[in-house]
């Protein structure tokens, strides 16, 4: 049995998302999401990319939030888990 995380290719992460395959590889483009590639430069979901491409999807459906957007929420969400961590790492060492 391995303890490599689980991955997904493009079709069963938009399965399992609720999207088209097309949607992951725009937001993809638009740098939403990062997913691994294989050796065969093959897509590979994992699932913390299966969970931020349904805080997108939320975003976009139930909000109305345009990609323009979601690109400044995240940026934002990643800023502010950046400070987090770093508040946590100077807090630890004082």
């Known amino acids: 049995m391995s303890d ?3 991955t997904y290719t493009i079709r069963v992460a938009a399965q399992l998302a609720g999207l088209h395959e097309q949607s992951l590889r725009l937001y993809e483009r638009r740098g939403l999401i990062r997913p691994a590639r294989s050796k065969g430069n093959i897509r590979r979901y994992s699932d913390a ?4 491409i349904r805080f997108i999807k939320r975003l976009v ?4 939030v345009n990609l323009a957007g979601v690109e400044v929420i995240i940026q934002l969400r990643r ?3 950046d400070l987090r961590a770093e508040l946590e790492h100077v807090r630890g060492s004082g």
Not at 49 to 52: A, V
Request: hydrophobic content about 35%; proline content about 7%; overall charge negative.
């Open 4 to 6: 490599a995380p689980r």
């Open 49 to 52: 990319d299966i969970e931020q």
């Open 61 to 64: 459906d139930d909000l109305g």
């Open 79 to 81: 800023q502010i888990l």
